[in-house]
């Protein structure tokens, strides 16, 4: 019963929630400045989280994913003590605690130099899968529809086997609540809900993609909450 009522929620959640994910795009920011060719994802993580915290975050939603190269196909690779290289692909997934509620965004970017041609494809995809999955998300929609519309794009060029996870979920005073954009959820979706749209493409051994902002659920729509770059693949010095 609690989830269920927790799905929805009322304006001073939705400007909690909002000014959260704000955060993120200001840690994204500061963060691209930091990147760059020799540094470990340990450290990468670690200077995010000081970022985000001294911006006002109490904490992290959860261990953050920066995982580079080969291991950008891991779609939960939290931060290791591998060496970014140049021209590795880099995912940074992040999300932080304001005033108890959770926030999560995630992006992909390239490091030092351009990515490998394949990277650059998958890239593109994957991006124009989430926007057919924002495109599709409103009120009176089904969760699952939302999750056929982002996966039909991927499955369109071939990948379908490489995506293999939900297209996203709700998020609130937990980072992970329902409802789910799964093929198994049917939950119709309502004005007030915050859900994240994550589609992503990983190809073991080589690298992986994923694109992810959190949105606000409207009568005939939905509100970005999230909003750094990615309308390409950001190379970053």
Do not use: W
């Not at 989830?3 to 500061?30: C, H, N, P, T, W």
């Not at 080969?70 to 995912?91: C, F, M, W, Y």
């Not at 089904?142 to 060029?157: F, K, T």
């Not at 909450?225 to 309308?231: C, F, R, V, Y």
């Amino acid at each position: 019963m609690l989830e269920r009522l927790r799905q929805v929620k009322e304006g001073s959640e939705l400007q909690a929630i909002a000014a959260s994910m704000a955060l993120l795009d200001r840690g994204f920011e500061y963060i691209c400045g930091f990147i760059k060719p020799g540094v470990t994802e340990a450290a990468v993580a670690l200077e995010l989280e000081i970022c985000l915290r001294r911006l006002g975050a109490s904490g992290t939603s959860f261990p953050f994913i920066v995982a580079s190269g080969a291991r950008a196909s891991l779609p939960h690779g939290e931060a290791s003590n591998k060496v970014i290289q140049e021209g590795d692909i880099l995912t940074l997934d992040f999300g932080v605690i304001l005033d108890h509620y959770c926030s999560d965004m995630t992006r992909t970017i390239a490091v030092g130099a351009a990515p490998a041609p394949e990277m650059e494809k998958i890239y593109n995809i994957v991006l124009e899968a989430q926007q057919a999955g924002l495109k599709a998300v409103q009120a009176g929609v089904n969760a699952s529809s939302v999750d056929r519309a982002a996966r039909a794009v991927i499955e369109g060029y071939g990948y379908g086997e490489f995506f293999g996870h939900a297209t996203g979920h709700g998020v609130g005073l937990a980072v992970h609540e329902a409802p789910r954009l799964s093929h198994r959820d049917d939950t119709p979706l309502e004005a007030g809900m915050v859900v994240t749209v994550e589609p992503g493409i990983y190809l073991p051994g080589r690298g992986g993609v994923r694109i992810e902002d959190s949105v606000a659920v409207e009568r005939d729509g939905c509100r970005l909450l999230t909003g750094a770059p990615k309308d390409k693949l950001m190379v970053i010095a």
